[in-house]
Structure formats: C-alpha cells, structure tokens
C-alpha cells in the first residue's frame, strides 16, 4: 500500500461556519508546484427551507500571478477549468437550493492553467443559514513530504 499521508496535502481553506447573509471566500490557494488540485465544500443541514430564491452558489475562480507573487484580478472558472465534467455559469459548479443539495460534500479538481485558485460560498435568501466548511487538497506535489 502507498503512503497517502506524506503525498496529500490537506489545508482547511473556511473554517466550520454558518453562511446567512454574507459570502463565505476560502483562502487563496498558491498551486505553485502542486501537480493536482482538489477543492471540497463541506454542507450541514439547512435550517432554511431551500428553494428557488433560498439557495447558495458554490462558485470557484482562478487568477493568474501578478508578478509579485501575489493573484492577479480573479476570474470564474469555466467548464473546462475543473472536474468533472459540469455544466457551470459564471464560474458556480454547484447551486444548492433543493433540501436533497445539503448535508453533503461537493468536490471538484481544478485542472485549469491559473496559479492561484478561490472558492466561495454565496448566499441568497438565508435567514437561519446552512452550515459549511472548506478544504483544499494537494497532490503530486514537487516537494516530498507535503508540508
């Protein structure tokens, strides 16, 4: 058996919250020699009804560096910028607005050309809110052990 533990980097990126009214951004994710990158958003039990006008987007943006080190503006993703294979609209890979859509995990793998890499969590409608949380994982890193 291979040793995942020192080959997967595991980063918390939005700590456990509730998301109500404001947008939940994660951390900017530096893919500086990470071969593969996957995003996870962590989903509770809405304590809203989820609707057509009560839902969160979970939305991922890429930016590239700005010559600083440091991102650049940044810019929804498209289709072709993750997997697997979704439809996505202004970079929002999943709308959670349907009872069935929360207490659960969406992931995706970001295989786009961008060196830095958000997600965010956007509200609409919330009132009790929904709980979230967000991690980042990364694999085929350049440096052995993963930090």
């Known amino acids: 058996m291979h040793d995942i533990i020192h080959n997967i980097g595991v980063s ?19 893919t500086q020699g990470i071969g593969a990158l996957a995003v996870a958003v962590l989903l509770g039990n809405a304590a809203d009804t989820l609707g057509a006008g009560v839902y969160v987007d979970l939305k991922i943006e890429h930016a590239d560096d700005n010559g600083n080190d440091a991102p650049a503006a940044f810019a929804p ?15 929002v890979f999943q709308r959670v607005n349907s009872p069935s859509l929360d207490n659960t995990r969406y992931a995706v793998e970001y295989r786009g050309g961008k060196r830095f890499v958000r997600v965010s969590a956007v509200p609409a409608g919330l009132d009790d809110g929904l709980p979230l949380a967000m991690l980042a994982m990364a694999g085929n890193t350049a440096q052995k052990p993963v930090a």
């Not at 918390?12 to 530096?30: L, N, S």
């Not at 993703?77 to 970079?91: E, K, L, N, R």
């Open 77 to 91: 993703c498209t289709a072709a910028d993750i997997s697997p294979d979704m439809a996505v609209s202004a970079g």
């Open 12 to 30: 918390q990126i939005a700590a456990p919250q509730t998301i109500k009214t404001v947008a939940v951004v994660g951390e900017v994710i530096d």
